[in-house]
Each structure stands twice: as C-alpha cells, then as structure tokens.
C-alpha cells in the first residue's frame, strides 16, 4: 500500500513537477521583491522570453525525433540580416522581408535535414558545421556591419503593441498554439514521437522516416527564421553577430521541460515552462540586483539537475 503511493507520488511529480517548480519560484521572488508581480513586469518577462522561447519550440521538434540543432544561434543572425536587408522604408512591402527570413530559415534546416538522412552525418556534427556556415553567411551578407533604417512597419513586429500586449507576444503565443496542434493532432506530431522512440522500429512500421527528420529540421530552423526577424525588429538593426549561444538558452530550456534528449518524449507545455524557469529566474536575480555571472551558475545547476531528473524517469 505504502508502495503504491510511493509509486503515485513520483508519477505525479514526474507530471507536473515542473510546473511546481515555476510557481514555487514565482512565489519566492515575489515574497522576494514587491517590484516582480506587477502587470508590468510580467510583461517585460513575457517579451523578453518571447525570442528563446520560438527558438525552444522549435528545436523541440527535433529533440523529440531523437536530433539535436546546434546552429539555431547563427540562423537567427543570418535570416534577421537577410530580412532587414529588404525592409528598408520605401522598397518592399512588410511580407517580403518576413518571407524571405523564415525561407531562409526553411532552407538551412532543410540542408540540415538532408545531410543528416541522407549523409548519414551525426546531427550533432551537421548543425555544429552549420553553426560556423550560417555566421559566416550573416557576416558575409552584410560585409560584417549592421543592417540599419528599417521601416516602421517592420520594427513595429518587434516593438509595436497590439491591444496593449507586445506583437512578440502575441507571436510567441500564436507558434505555441500551432506548434501544440501540430505535435498532438496531426499524423507527422505521432511520427515524430514514434521516430524519436525507436527509429528502426518506426521504420519497420512504414513511416518515413528521413521525411519526418526533414520536417523537423525544417520547422526548428523556420521557426529560428522567425526569431531572427523579432530580434532585427525589436533592436531596430540586423546584426550579423546576434544570436550568440542563444542555441544553449534554447536547448536548457527544452532540457529543463521535460523533453527527454534520448528523444520520443517531451511537450510543447514542458517548453514554454522550462522557458518561462529561466526568463523569471534571470528577472528576478536582475530585480535582486544579482550578477549576471551567479545567473549563469543558476542556470547551469539547474539544466544538469533537469538532466539527472530525465535520467532517472528514463530508467
């Protein structure tokens, strides 16, 4: 009897435990600072979260489908830069350089994709080698200096308000929504976790295995494309050197969520809460006027502990 509760205890912390986790630390920072439950700073937490936590979901795609994307940094550099180039005042309308951002992100994830299927190359390799190209394409693309005088219209993605929420929130909300119905509603969501938990046996099964690998890639790095236009956006310029370990940011956040490295297993709701685990802690240590080097330390004592966690519930 006592077995069995011992047993239920764990399944249930195993379940939400992660959102335990969110809402304990919310209440220690706002026992902590009267400034962090404020309207307000929730929604400079949400904007501020908003880039890593498209950047998050994206990457859980390919997670799941037993991969790793290591280059998401580097492809949000490169598709802000190729999207400011075309968003000067005056020359084309707002849905080209939104297009040709998220294509360029499509595209790089889809050459990640087909290396990694066809190639044969280990995902950890392909998108570390990707990591290097897609910089050296941004610094490239834009002679190694910021892409400058964007149009309202395109800053507004980034900076603008709509019913007094900020645009990349409502962004970060829309990709959640989508993101959420495709991994749970749709045939490619069930392949992909079929593909992450056992390829060969997916295989046998008839899935295509390459083609749901492909989508994968493809998404995460669309989705990175998005982020790279918020990011020109909101700082008003393409940077060529944006981006820079946004990908580990990314990652620990999937890792602190739930998604299990071995793949097959994770949720779109783990991600957003692993997102929002770092985007609170690091607000509240900044409203605590804590260093940002005790934040790192933070975050890194809590992604090998998220670690150790998937470990145990793996076993």
Same mark, same amino acid.
């Not at 294509?103 to 990694?116: F, K, P, R, S």
């Not at 892409?147 to 900020?166: E, K, Q, R």
């Given at each position: 009897?006592?077995?069995?509760?011992?047993?239920? @205890? @764990?399944?249930?912390? @195993?379940?939400?435990?992660?959102?335990?986790?969110?809402?304990?630390?919310?209440?220690?920072?706002?026992?902590?600072?009267?400034?962090?439950?404020?309207?307000?700073?929730?929604?400079?937490?949400?904007?501020?979260?908003?880039?890593?936590?498209?950047?998050?979901?994206?990457?859980?795609?390919?997670?799941?489908?037993?991969?790793? #994307?290591?280059?998401?940094?580097?492809?949000?550099?490169?598709?802000?830069?190729?999207?400011?180039?075309?968003?000067?005042?005056?020359?084309?309308?707002?849905?080209?350089?939104?297009?040709?951002?998220?294509?360029?992100?499509?595209?790089?994830?889809?050459?990640?994709?087909?290396?990694?299927?066809?190639?044969?190359?280990?995902?950890?390799?392909?998108?570390?080698?990707?990591?290097?190209?897609?910089?050296?394409?941004?610094?490239?693309?834009?002679?190694?200096?910021?892409?400058?005088?964007?149009?309202?219209?395109?800053?507004?993605?980034?900076?603008? #308000?709509?019913?007094?929420?900020?645009?990349?929130?409502?962004?970060?909300?829309?990709?959640?929504?989508?993101?959420?119905?495709?991994?749970?509603?749709?045939?490619?969501?069930?392949?992909?976790?079929?593909?992450?938990?056992?390829?060969?046996?997916?295989?046998?099964?008839?899935?295509?295995? @390459?083609?749901?690998?492909?989508?994968?890639?493809?998404?995460?790095?669309?989705?990175?494309?998005?982020?790279?236009?918020?990011?020109?956006?909101?700082?008003?310029?393409?940077?060529?050197?944006?981006?820079?370990?946004?990908?580990? #940011?990314?990652?620990?956040?999937?890792?602190?969520?739930?998604?299990?490295?071995?793949?097959?297993?994770?949720?779109?709701?783990?991600?957003?809460?692993?997102?929002?685990?770092?985007?609170?802690?690091?607000?509240?240590? #900044?409203?605590?006027?804590?260093?940002?080097?005790?934040?790192?330390?933070?975050?890194?004592?809590?992604?090998?502990?998220?670690?150790?966690?998937?470990?145990?519930?793996?076993?």
């Amino acid at each position: 009897m006592n077995l069995t509760k011992i047993k239920s @205890s @764990s399944g249930y912390f @195993s379940k939400y435990g992660i959102f335990i986790a969110l809402l304990t630390i919310c209440i220690i920072l706002s026992v902590a600072t009267p400034y962090f439950f404020t309207a307000q700073n929730i929604l400079i937490v949400l904007r501020q979260v908003s880039i890593n936590g498209i950047l998050a979901i994206g990457v859980t795609f390919v997670i799941i489908a037993g991969g790793i #994307d290591l280059s998401l940094g580097s492809v949000l550099a490169l598709t802000g830069v190729v999207a400011a180039s075309f968003a000067h005042p005056g020359t084309y309308a707002l849905i080209v350089p939104v297009m040709l951002g998220i294509l360029t992100g499509v595209i790089i994830g889809a050459i990640n994709g087909l290396t990694i299927t066809l190639g044969k190359v280990a995902p950890f390799i392909v998108t570390l080698g990707m990591m290097t190209i897609a910089r050296g394409l941004a610094l490239v693309w834009s002679d190694g200096r910021p892409v400058t005088n964007l149009s309202p219209a395109f800053n507004y993605i980034g900076g603008g #308000d709509f019913l007094h929420i900020p645009v990349p929130i409502l962004l970060f909300v829309l990709v959640i929504i989508v993101s959420a119905v495709i991994l749970n509603y749709t045939r490619i969501g069930r392949y992909i976790y079929a593909v992450g938990g056992n390829e060969n046996a997916a295989r046998a099964s008839g899935i295509r295995v @390459s083609g749901v690998k492909l989508f994968a890639y493809m998404m995460c790095s669309g989705l990175a494309g998005l982020a790279g236009i918020i990011l020109a956006s909101r700082i008003t310029t393409g940077q060529p050197n944006a981006g820079i370990a946004y990908e580990l #940011d990314a990652i620990a956040a999937v890792v602190i969520g739930g998604t299990s490295l071995l793949g097959g297993r994770g949720s779109i709701a783990g991600t957003v809460v692993g997102v929002l685990i770092i985007g609170v802690i690091n607000n509240g240590l #900044d409203l605590l006027n804590v260093t940002s080097y005790y934040q790192q330390i933070i975050k890194g004592v809590i992604i090998v502990g998220a670690v150790l966690l998937d470990r145990k519930n793996a076993q």
